[in-house]
């Protein structure tokens, strides 16, 4: 019987060979390259000088164009800078660069790693609220309002809204919502009875906030609609938000003032989470985005959102979801948010 020659090759052959050739080369230029860790300092000053804006945000000044609370309000696209020394780091083949940059990686993990996971029950929740700043010259009012109506919310908050177009958002809502009360230029719907229904002074002039108490089946809870002060960012005067923080600051003293235990904040704020301005408000207040939400949840501007400057805060209650709502006929996104009582 003839029998048929069979050649062993082993494991990988000439093949493995070659790759371990090129490997070994490799890392021989490496070591080889003088350079590797001479290059690319810059580079690795400027990552060190990233994760230090991050860590210590809370230190810049405001003094000067309230340039802290400008920073703090587009925080977490510093990370857009990680991805970009990272190519510049490999393109220089700078060891020092690569290991710098390890830094501001970790720092902003740390910082806004937690947004990234989706802590949304899929159900659940005893009270849903919405909110949207409807913008004073929306072209739609009817629609923007059935559109937001349509998400569910028991209760519903609207800012700027125009004294004119205050006839057509009650119109529309009507059939929703058998409560509400609009006090100057924001307003509230409610499912539920709503009593105690006052203007809540923040330093303005006129009205742009309320507070009313909403009787859920489970019982009183205060519900705070607020609309502060706009921010500007101007090359003469820097980041213009005096009158902002002046009313934040009105707002969180009335919130502690609150008699009752379960209080729900919604409104546009003008500022994020991360805004030290608006620590009167957030040192005693959670966001539901924060605790129960899926992303930043970014809500400003409309088209391209790049801050979530609109805000569903809670106190003495259990957020359950938080969301983004699709967009309206506004420059702002409306958002909405499910809690426990």
């Known amino acids: 019987m003839a029998q048929a020659e069979v050649t062993e090759t082993g494991n990988g052959g000439a093949a493995d060979r070659r790759t371990g050739s090129r490997v070994r080369g490799l890392l021989e230029r490496l070591r080889e390259d003088r350079g590797l860790w001479r290059r690319g300092v810059f580079l690795a000053a400027v990552a060190v000088l990233l994760a230090l804006t991050m860590i210590l945000h809370a230190q810049i000044p405001n003094r000067i164009g309230n340039l802290g609370s400008l920073t703090e309000t587009f925080l977490p696209w510093l990370g857009v800078f990680v991805p970009v020394l990272l190519a510049a780091a490999l393109w220089r083949r700078s060891a020092t660069a690569l290991i710098a940059l390890v830094l501001p990686a970790v720092v902003w993990a740390n910082l806004f790693g937690g947004l990234l996971v989706d802590k949304a029950a899929a159900s659940g929740g005893e009270l849903t609220v919405a909110t949207h700043n409807v913008n004073a010259g929306n072209p739609d009012p009817a629609g923007t309002a059935k559109q937001v109506a349509s998400s569910g919310a028991d209760v519903l908050a609207l800012q700027e809204l125009p004294v004119s177009k205050v006839p057509e ?14 006090r100057g230029t924001v307003g ?9 229904a006052r203007r809540v002074d923040i330093r303005l002039g006129w009205d742009r906030a309320l507070r009313a108490t909403v009787a859920t089946p489970r019982g009183p809870v205060a519900v705070y609609v607020a609309h502060l002060p706009s921010v500007r960012v101007k090359l003469n005067a820097g980041f213009t938000a005096n009158q902002r923080d002046a009313s934040a600051d009105a707002l969180g003293e009335a919130i502690v003032r609150e008699p009752l235990d379960r209080v729900v904040l919604l409104g546009d704020l003008n500022g994020t989470m991360n805004d030290r301005a608006l620590r009167a408000v957030t040192s005693q207040m959670r966001s539901t985005q924060g605790a129960a939400g899926d992303g930043f949840g970014f809500s400003w501007p409309a088209s391209f959102p790049m801050a979530r400057i609109d805000q569903i805060m809670v106190k003495g209650v259990e957020p359950v979801a938080s969301w983004t709502l699709p967009r309206t006929d506004s420059d702002h996104l409306p958002i909405a948010a499910r809690m426990n009582l």
Do not use: F
């Open 169 to 182: 958002y009650e119109r529309a809502l009507a059939g929703t919502y058998r409560y509400h009360h609009v």
């Open 188 to 196: 509230v719907w409610s499912k539920y009875p709503l009593t105690d």
